[in-house]
């Protein structure tokens, strides 16, 4: 793929989710938005968990205070509760690890503690009971804000906090209407507080999330331009020539044959000088399709500078890489590229093919064998493959 085409699709899903109020992560970036979520948040999830159970069942002594009648009730079944979440939360963090569901157990362990909670001040004589249902408005306010990866769960549990508590403080205080409008005056601003900044959290997990993805194409890009090609896709001669000299080194330590093909177009400035640099380009890009069919998973190859190109066999003796390069040629003879006004045109390589001596040469020794054997191709007649060896003899 050129580099023009190289992940644009994605880029541009990214950069419009940045552009909307919603900041909504594209779909087949769910999974990736919640492992990255996980990294960040899971163990502060945890942390906040723990810390809000601890503090519900201290809470419990503010219980015992403001409505005594029920207080060791109040202790027990808070303490109880606590230990239940809690253990529920250390199992979770241990053998499931969902940030998803780590988001929800806070909030979800708050709408149990709300419906417990209002059910000791309903339970409750003391006339404080009218005082201390405003109490209940740090549940919506705690709920709300321990939510950092989805929103729309935040609804769903304000919506389900806010009928508890509106049904527990309505029995509370025994359905007189003026109180109640009094509370709903109060519990409605905190909600709508609660929610804008529960949807700033999560507006702000998306954002950060969404703009190191698009850190991520710009790191991408950048690998992929300093090792290819930008016309053809392939890799250029500074990735090659790093690649090669491990891969042979790794060859010439387990004793295995590598080879080494340097192919040149025929005529390619006669190609340019008639047909124009737009055709020289599409034949450079032809001949690219080719190598990449023709050529096995493990071979490196890419253009070497020109109309010059470079491949790397692996584990492969000179025969076989006498019968790669006959196969290359003959593929490149019976390519074209169709040219407007002209139809389509044909063109012709030639390459050199040599066997790395680990022993007695160096990689640009090797280079410059397969080059000479390249060069004897073309003196030939062009259009052939020569060997190194054939040279020698």
């Not at 899971?42 to 810390?51: D, H, P, S, V």
């Amino acid at each position: 793929m050129i580099y023009q085409e190289y992940e644009q699709e994605s880029r541009l899903l990214v950069q419009k989710a940045l552009k909307t109020m919603l900041a909504r992560i594209p779909k087949q970036y769910d999974d990736e938005y919640l492992e990255y979520q996980k990294d960040l948040k899971l163990k502060y999830l945890l942390q906040i968990n723990l810390i809000a159970q601890a503090a519900y069942a201290f809470y419990s002594i503010a219980d015992w205070y403001v409505i005594a009648d029920v207080g060791m009730l109040a202790i027990t079944t808070k303490l109880l509760y606590t230990a239940i979440i809690s253990v529920i939360t250390l199992y979770l963090f241990k053998y499931n690890r969902k940030v998803e569901l780590f988001d929800l157990i806070l909030p979800c362990s708050i709408i149990g503690a709300s419906a417990l909670w209002f059910y000791l001040v309903n339970l409750s004589a003391s006339p404080n009971v009218t005082i201390y249902i405003y109490s209940s408005l740090v549940f919506i306010v705690l709920a709300n804000l321990s939510i950092q990866v989805r929103f729309t769960p935040a609804l769903i549990v304000s919506l389900i906090i806010t009928i508890v508590g509106l049904i527990g403080v309505y029995h509370a205080i025994d359905g007189a209407i003026e109180q109640f409008i009094l509370y709903l005056l109060s519990y409605m601003p905190i909600l709508g507080f609660s929610l804008v900044m529960s949807w700033g959290s999560t507006y702000k997990s998306r954002s950060i999330f969404l703009h190191h993805k698009l850190d991520s194409f710009n790191r991408q890009t950048l690998e992929f331009m300093a090792h290819t090609d930008m016309l053809t896709g392939i890799n250029n001669r500074r990735y090659f020539e790093r690649r090669a000299k491990t891969t042979i080194s790794d060859h010439a330590n387990n004793d295995k044959p590598i080879s080494l093909l340097m192919l040149d177009i025929d005529h390619f400035k006669s190609i340019n000088d008639t047909y124009g640099h737009d055709v020289g380009d599409a034949v450079l890009k032809k001949i690219s399709d080719i190598c990449k069919t023709v050529l096995r998973n493990n071979d490196l190859f890419a253009r070497y500078g020109g109309e010059e190109f470079i491949a790397l066999l692996p584990n492969t003796p000179q025969k076989n890489a006498q019968f790669i390069a006959e196969r290359l040629r003959q593929k490149i003879e019976q390519a074209s590229v169709i040219v407007q006004g002209y139809g389509p045109i044909y063109f012709t390589a030639s390459i050199g093919v040599t066997l790395i001596d680990y022993d007695n040469y160096t990689f640009n020794d090797a280079i410059k064998q397969a080059d000479t054997a390249l060069y004897a191709a073309k003196s030939a007649g062009r259009n052939l493959v020569k060997q190194a060896t054939q040279l020698q003899s």
